[in-house]
């Protein structure tokens, strides 16, 4: 049964850091896509990042282009989001989901076939 579990949120500065991480079980890891969304109160699920599944294509909204970075250990079986130079506007519920040989409409819900259950990252002003 395939599991997905993010860790790493927490109360960061604005200007700081955080790395977050989505350790997955019961798949085959390297088959598939990860992708990063994010969900603020009172907002839709959007789109942050993703990682194509055979780990040679990421792709970035334009709000975390340049200060985000998706990533991923296979050995580990675990996709990372590097969040650099966080702002206020950066605080949500972050999600990690995976789609099977994903490669095209990452950048949509609908395509992923599992979720985490998401970490809270909160930027303070």
């Known amino acids: 049964q395939a599991h997905l579990v993010e860790s790493g949120g927490g109360l960061v500065q604005a200007g700081g850091s955080l790395r977050l991480s989505c350790t997955a079980s019961?798949?085959?890891?390297?088959?598939?896509?990860f992708g990063w969304f994010r969900q603020a109160p009172g907002k839709e699920r959007e789109f942050v990042a993703a990682?194509?599944?055979?780990?040679?294509?990421?792709y970035y909204a334009d709000a975390v282009k340049d200060r985000f970075t998706v990533s991923r250990d296979t050995a580990a079986k675990t996709a990372y989001l590097q969040l650099n130079r966080l702002k206020p506007e950066d605080t949500a519920v972050y999600y990690c989901?995976?789609?099977?040989?994903?490669?095209?409409?990452?950048?949509?819900?609908?395509?992923?076939?599992?979720w985490g259950q998401g970490t809270q990252v909160t930027v303070s002003s």
């Open positions: 990682l194509v599944w055979t780990g040679t294509d990421t």
């Open positions: 989901a995976a789609d099977h040989k994903g490669w095209l409409g990452l950048t949509r819900p609908v395509e992923y076939d599992f």
């Open positions: 019961g798949i085959t890891f390297n088959d598939y896509a």
